[in-house]
């Protein structure tokens, strides 16, 4: 089946800097979807990419959609200790399938 | 606030003994879906509803079912609950099909004994 390769898996970093995550695949996407999960609670939506190249800003978060269609990164930047979770990049191959395609997640920690 | 509301957020049965999760929505989206995620993975979609039209993924087990008696409200019936099917069941909604945000509920946190 298709596969979305999602990166870094883990990240441990310390409150105010920056963090990048960045989901691939090789097929082509329609939509990119980046959520954020606390322990316990559903996947709150972040960001929808719906272009190739389009990007959007979400307060702190960023995220572009590539321009092969291929890929999408997302960005948050000065990091708050509210940041922790885990983050799901996911995409749908085409407008006529609602099917989402998770990738594996990337696991924030902060450090205050 | 428009939303999905899940009920109940955690419920425990015994191996073998129906259950049944809820889902019900404000945002009067056409498409609803219920996700299966176990633990550190990601969500597993087991099927959807588009209206009345319902579309079941190909490895979702015969176990699994789904009604949805109206646009809001959908439910996930487990006829004979097995320790594997413990898990986080999660109900998603969108307005269309391909192209549309996905919007979550917070989920049933399913306990088999």
């Known amino acids: 089946g298709q596969q979305l390769n999602q990166s870094p898996q883990s990240m441990f970093i310390q409150e105010g800097e920056d963090v990048s995550m960045n989901c691939t695949s090789s097929?082509?996407?329609?939509?990119w979807l980046w959520y954020k999960q606390d322990p316990g609670e559903g996947p709150v939506l972040l960001i929808a990419l719906y272009k190739a190249g389009e990007l959007t800003s979400n307060g702190r978060l960023t995220a572009q959609f590539g321009i092969t269609r291929k890929d999408s990164f997302l960005n948050i930047s000065a990091s708050i200790p509210s940041d922790v979770g885990i983050y799901f990049c996911?995409?749908?191959?085409?407008?006529?399938?609602?099917?989402?395609?998770f990738g594996k997640g990337t696991k924030l920690s902060v450090k205050p | 606030d428009a939303m999905v509301i899940q009920n109940p957020r955690y419920q425990v049965t015994q191996f073998g003994k129906p259950v049944t999760l809820s889902c019900s929505q404000t945002?009067?989206?056409?498409?609803m879906y219920w996700y299966q995620q176990k633990s550190s993975q990601a969500p597993k979609l087991l099927f959807h509803y588009y209206d009345k039209d319902f579309n079941n993924e190909a490895d979702t087990p015969d176990n699994f079912q789904s009604r949805r008696p109206n646009t809001s409200f959908c439910f996930l019936d487990i006829r004979s609950p097995g320790l594997g099917d413990a898990a986080m069941y999660l109900c998603?909604?969108?307005?269309?099909?391909?192209?549309?945000?996905?919007?979550f509920g917070p989920g049933t946190r399913l306990t088999v004994l």
């Open positions: 996911a995409g749908q191959l085409s407008r006529s399938q609602g099917n989402l395609i």
């Open positions: 945002l009067n989206h056409n498409v």
């Open positions: 097929s082509i996407f329609n939509t």
């Open positions: 998603a909604t969108s307005r269309d099909l391909g192209g549309n945000e996905q919007f």
